[in-house]
């Protein structure tokens, strides 16, 4: 082979390794951007748990009718907090006035009881309620 071709190809040569190594420091600096997200989103994402975690959750039971005719009772229990009493009374509460609102009259609360009263803990609230025609 003449040495202008022995030439080309080293030159071929080099510019192949520069390439490659264009190649793995773009690979390179990829891989640490996607690594820095990965973090950013692994934190995001526990932010997000560990507020969900105080929030708590809530929930109720459905309205039944109690031996009295016209009373009806919800219960109601959250947890996750120093405030779970106060979203197990709001729910029962509304659950309270929305099944009478329903039937085109207004809620009125007879009893309440309620349960729990340390952090962390299930607390409930059980409503007895009679629905009233609107005036």
Known sequence: MS???LDSVAEARKTVRLLE???VAQAESTERKRAA???RMRAVAAVALACASVVGCASSTDVVASGKPGTYTVAASATGGRMAWARAHELAMNEARDYCERRGMQSSVSTET???VSVMTEH???VSFECHPRF
């Open 114 to 116: 309620v349960s729990g």
């Open 21 to 23: 190594a264009a190649c």
């Open 124 to 126: 409930e609230s059980s």
């Open 3 to 5: 040495s202008q071709g």
């Open 37 to 39: 997200l990965l973090a």
